[in-house]
């Protein structure tokens, strides 16, 4: 795809060129010719074809996110396995 990307601005700064040098173009024409023609149509095709590879990058990091959040949760809160007993330790008393 990013061939086709460098073919397409290589030829649009070849199209800008030719108004450039041309007895009838300007250069403020040829740099409309090739914002025109060249960058904001190819910005649009990339942004638009890169739709695919920004969904599954959010997806993978949406899974590691909540994996993560599933392997917190499932941990005991002392890490220990076995039960926590009493929140409060009873009073000792001397004898």
Do not use: C, Q
């Amino acid at each position: 795809m990013y061939l086709v990307a460098i073919a397409w601005i290589y030829v649009t700064l070849m199209m800008a060129g030719a108004e450039a040098t041309s007895p009838n173009g300007t250069v403020a024409g040829a740099v409309f010719t090739f914002l025109l023609y060249g960058v904001l149509p190819l910005a649009l095709v990339l942004y638009i074809g890169g739709a695919p590879g920004r969904r599954r990058k959010r997806r993978a990091e949406e899974a590691r996110t909540a994996a993560a959040a599933a392997a917190a949760s499932a941990a005991p809160p002392d890490g220990g396995d076995h039960p926590a007993g009493d929140p409060v330790a009873p009073e000792r008393k001397e004898p």
